[in-house]
């Protein structure tokens, strides 16, 4: 939509339009613009109602498309792409209180709908699902257990790494896929866990002395 004229006066438009019974197309000519130009200045609450259905519209629609396999695949290959891992790197420093909020709150949102539950229980009643549990259980044998604070109700003991660990909120601690040997996952849940411990402790553990 152009900008509004200036030197087109809503009291004049109206003027003409209901007491000397122009046309939208009559005040359009007479003053060289088109004529929804003289409906939307006639309504000005028609243009907000507009807008509105507009922005809806539009985020349904970028909803759907983000869906789509080719839209997928088309982020898939960019964010594989050298400069879509520079820039996701250089986002996530920028943004990583805005990241932890997010993840947490919609971590735990998704992680207690029935289709996510079901989707859990159905997988770990597989033989696959049982099997990775094994291997799962075997690995943390293997690792360290130096926790950097207490225990409280309901939460889980999250390893950071192969030897320490912060004991976070159990629904955070299952909503957020991750793994320590391979990394996957690591940086996002990591960045919530360590807003558990303090920031001495973090001071500690960056710099080696525990």
Do not use: C
Not at 94 to 118: C, G, L, M, P, V
């Amino acid at each position: 939509m152009s900008a509004k004229r200036e030197d087109i006066y809503d009291f004049e438009i109206r003027w003409k339009y209901e007491v000397e019974g122009w046309t939208y197309k009559e005040i359009a000519d007479f003053y060289g613009v088109a004529s929804s130009t003289i409906y939307w200045r006639l309504h000005p609450e028609k243009m907000k109602e507009n807008n509105d259905n507009n922005k809806d519209y539009m985020k349904e629609y970028l909803r759907v498309y983000n869906q789509t396999k080719r839209e997928k695949e088309r982020k898939k290959k960019w964010r594989e792409s050298d400069g879509g891992k520079e820039w996701l790197k250089y986002y996530r420093e920028d943004h990583k209180e805005e990241a932890k909020e997010y993840i947490k709150e919609y971590s735990i949102e998704y992680n207690q709908t029935d289709k996510r539950k079901a989707t859990i229980k159905e997988y770990q009643q597989s033989d696959k699902g049982k099997e990775n549990s094994r291997k799962s259980k075997s690995k943390r044998r293997e690792l360290g257990f130096i926790p950097l604070n207490k225990p409280f109700k309901n939460s889980h003991a999250h390893h950071i790494d192969e030897v320490h660990i912060i004991y976070i909120p159990a629904e955070i601690h299952n909503s957020i896929y991750h793994n320590v040997w391979t990394g996957e996952g690591m940086e996002d849940i990591n960045a919530i866990a360590f807003g558990y411990i303090t920031e001495e402790t973090f001071d500690k553990l960056i710099a080696g002395e525990i």
